[in-house]
């Protein structure tokens, strides 16, 4: 049984008796005229079918597994290329497959048994459309696919330590590679064919490669500014292998040495880094990553005076807000953002052995601060992606330098 079919049994086992789930794939988005963005799987759809196309609609019960899909089609396969078809689909383990064309006549009868019937929320819309009258038996399945997507098998973290890799190889490059007067964009480009040289042919989300002011915008992605010579450039990105994100962020100076100010930030945005990394264990709760993040960035801009007043009212306050306003991290996986953080009370989930985070303390100096002009638009974060183990926490991103004479010495070959 491949790990697809053990996901759906699985799934099924965690359903009410008498209960049949109804999956939607994602559809292909317009970008401008007659083009399309790249295609992208629903990240759900992908994890429990493995079916790569659009316009699909997966039914899962206790012994059947059902794809609604495309129809081979000679003439559109000529332009887009292959269409899997109906009779292809028993290569994803289904049981079935049916056209897509018949959905809306044959669904009815499928499901029309069943006690519950389970779906994405963000799907129900669709769901109602199809099964009107339905309502009353329509149960979300969100919260029982996230909690297992949040730990990861070992099929998944061989591939997330593979993207993570390839990801810190573009980090690596890129040091090598910046100079001043080159354009953010040029530098984005050097992380793009790093991605592809080494089979990740997406960006797990739009690349961030901001100068100066700009490395104090937190999505800033226009990457259309100079490099200038004496500026930092934060950079964050990742790739996508096999629908896993990475997530790395390393800040670095233009020219190669960090001046004085910009040596100071950067030490304040380690120490927190290191220590937060340190409380991601198993049954320790997130808000503690974050609060030592808080802890070490508050006293750390009161020690360098950007900051007044003391440290328990900076932080009961959020005084440190202006410089540090988000969170310490975040869940990674099929999702660069991805889910299973949260019980359904809506409280943060203890860690657990297999989840992955990402730990990004930073702190942003913008020029409307009331603070000395030479700490104006510094924008520093450092992230790191963390898997929780048995046996404490692995740094999937650590063949990235982050010590400040680890960047120059590697800036300086």
Same mark, same amino acid.
């Given at each position: 049984?491949?790990?697809?079919?053990?996901?759906?049994?699985?799934? /099924?086992?965690?359903?009410?008796?008498?209960?049949?789930?109804?999956?939607?794939?994602?559809?292909?988005?317009?970008?401008?005229?007659?083009?399309?963005?790249?295609?992208?799987?629903?990240?759900?759809? /992908?994890?429990?079918?493995?079916?790569?196309?659009?316009?699909?609609?997966?039914?899962?019960?206790?012994?059947?597994?059902?794809?609604?899909?495309?129809?081979?089609?000679?003439?559109?396969?000529?332009?887009?290329?292959?269409?899997?078809?109906?009779?292809?689909?028993?290569?994803?383990?289904?049981?079935?497959?049916?056209?897509? /064309?018949?959905?809306?006549?044959?669904?009815?009868?499928?499901?029309?048994?069943?006690?519950?019937?389970?779906?994405?929320?963000?799907?129900?819309?669709?769901?109602? !459309?199809?099964?009107?009258?339905?309502?009353?038996?329509?149960?979300?399945?969100?919260?029982?696919?996230?909690?297992?997507?949040?730990?990861?098998?070992?099929?998944? @973290?061989?591939?997330?330590?593979?993207?993570?890799?390839?990801?810190?190889?573009?980090?690596?490059?890129?040091?090598?590679?910046?100079? #001043? &007067?080159?354009?953010?964009?040029?530098?984005?480009?050097?992380?793009?064919?790093?991605?592809?040289?080494?089979?990740?042919?997406?960006?797990?989300? #739009?690349?961030?490669?901001?100068? &100066?002011?700009?490395?104090?915008?937190?999505?800033?992605?226009?990457?259309?500014?100079?490099?200038?010579?004496?500026?930092?450039? @934060?950079?964050?990105?990742?790739?996508?292998?096999?629908?896993?994100?990475?997530?790395?962020?390393?800040?670095?100076?233009?020219?190669?040495?960090?001046?004085?100010?910009?040596?100071?930030?950067?030490?304040?945005?380690?120490?927190?880094?290191?220590?937060?990394?340190?409380?991601?264990?198993?049954?320790?709760?997130?808000?503690?990553?974050?609060?030592?993040?808080?802890?070490?960035?508050?006293?750390?801009?009161?020690?360098? !005076?950007?900051?007044?007043?003391?440290?328990?009212?900076?932080?009961?306050?959020?005084?440190?807000?202006?410089?540090?306003?988000?969170?310490?991290?975040?869940?990674?996986?099929?999702?660069?953002?991805?889910?299973?953080?949260?019980?359904?009370?809506?409280?943060?989930?203890?860690?657990? #052995?297999?989840?992955?985070?990402?730990?990004?303390? &930073?702190?942003?100096?913008?020029?409307?601060?009331?603070?000395?002009?030479?700490? !104006?638009?510094?924008?520093?974060?450092?992230?790191?992606?963390?898997?929780?183990?048995?046996?404490?926490?692995?740094?999937?991103?650590?063949?990235?330098?982050?010590?400040?004479?680890?960047?120059?010495?590697?800036?300086?070959?």
């Amino acid at each position: 049984m491949d790990i697809f079919s053990k996901r759906r049994q699985f799934l /099924s086992e965690l359903l009410e008796e008498n209960s049949v789930a109804i999956l939607f794939g994602s559809e292909e988005i317009i970008r401008n005229g007659d083009v399309n963005y790249p295609f992208r799987q629903n990240s759900n759809f /992908s994890y429990l079918t493995n079916f790569p196309e659009s316009e699909s609609i997966a039914v899962l019960d206790e012994k059947n597994f059902i794809i609604f899909c495309k129809e081979k089609n000679k003439l559109k396969e000529q332009w887009d290329g292959e269409i899997l078809g109906p009779e292809n689909t028993e290569k994803y383990g289904a049981t079935r497959g049916i056209s897509i /064309s018949e959905c809306r006549d044959i669904l009815p009868e499928l499901v029309k048994d069943f006690a519950n019937i389970y779906c994405f929320e963000s799907s129900i819309k669709k769901l109602k !459309k199809l099964l009107p009258n339905t309502e009353s038996i329509i149960k979300p399945l969100d919260f029982e696919v996230s909690k297992m997507r949040a730990i990861k098998s070992e099929e998944e @973290l061989k591939i997330i330590k593979e993207a993570c890799r390839i990801s810190s190889l573009a980090h690596i490059r890129a040091m090598k590679s910046v100079k #001043p &007067g080159m354009y953010e964009y040029q530098l984005e480009a050097e992380y793009i064919h790093e991605f592809m040289s080494h089979g990740a042919r997406a960006c797990a989300y #739009p690349s961030i490669v901001g100068g &100066g002011k700009n490395s104090c915008v937190l999505h800033y992605n226009d990457n259309k500014d100079v490099l200038n010579d004496g500026d930092l450039v @934060l950079v964050d990105a990742g790739c996508e292998l096999n629908h896993y994100a990475s997530d790395i962020t390393r800040t670095f100076p233009v020219n190669g040495k960090f001046s004085k100010e910009q040596r100071e930030i950067y030490e304040i945005v380690l120490e927190a880094s290191k220590k937060s990394i340190e409380a991601v264990i198993s049954g320790s709760n997130p808000l503690k990553a974050h609060e030592t993040s808080v802890k070490i960035i508050s006293q750390g801009l009161l020690d360098l !005076k950007l900051l007044e007043g003391d440290l328990n009212e900076v932080i009961e306050t959020n005084k440190y807000f202006d410089f540090y306003m988000h969170r310490v991290g975040h869940y990674l996986g099929l999702d660069v953002h991805d889910v299973g953080g949260k019980n359904e009370k809506g409280d943060w989930v203890d860690y657990s #052995p297999g989840m992955i985070t990402t730990i990004e303390p &930073g702190i942003y100096i913008n020029e409307n601060l009331n603070v000395p002009n030479q700490y !104006k638009n510094i924008g520093i974060r450092i992230e790191d992606n963390v898997l929780v183990t048995d046996k404490g926490f692995e740094v999937l991103t650590d063949l990235v330098p982050k010590e400040i004479k680890d960047i120059e010495v590697l800036m300086s070959t």
